[in-house]
């Protein structure tokens, strides 16, 4: 859904994975909401939260994804 631009479909995709354990999906899901990840896909009416996406990354890093910790640091440097 993500490739075809439907960030609110692939947020619910992601969103349900997430919940069910997926860290992968977790930090997918932070990505739909981190400014620079929607910048960088050119993302058209889509409303960035960094909260949000910190929360997601979290979560995608206690869940094991170490490539969460590197978005979050990107999003919140020196945090």
Excluded: H
């Excluded at 859904?1 to 977790?26: H, K, N, P, Q, V």
């Excluded at 930090?27 to 889509?46: E, H, N, R, W």
Aim: glycine letters at 8%; charged letters at 20%.
């Amino acid at each position: 859904m993500l490739a075809l631009g439907d960030i609110a479909a692939a947020r619910l995709f992601y969103e349900r994975a997430a919940t069910l354990g997926s860290a992968r999906a977790a930090t997918s899901l932070g990505k739909t909401y981190d400014p620079a990840f929607l910048a960088s896909i050119q993302a058209a009416g889509v409303t960035p939260n960094r909260e949000l996406a910190a929360q997601w990354y979290r979560k995608a890093v206690a869940l094991g994804d170490q490539d969460a910790g590197r978005w979050l640091e990107k999003l919140l440097p020196g945090r």
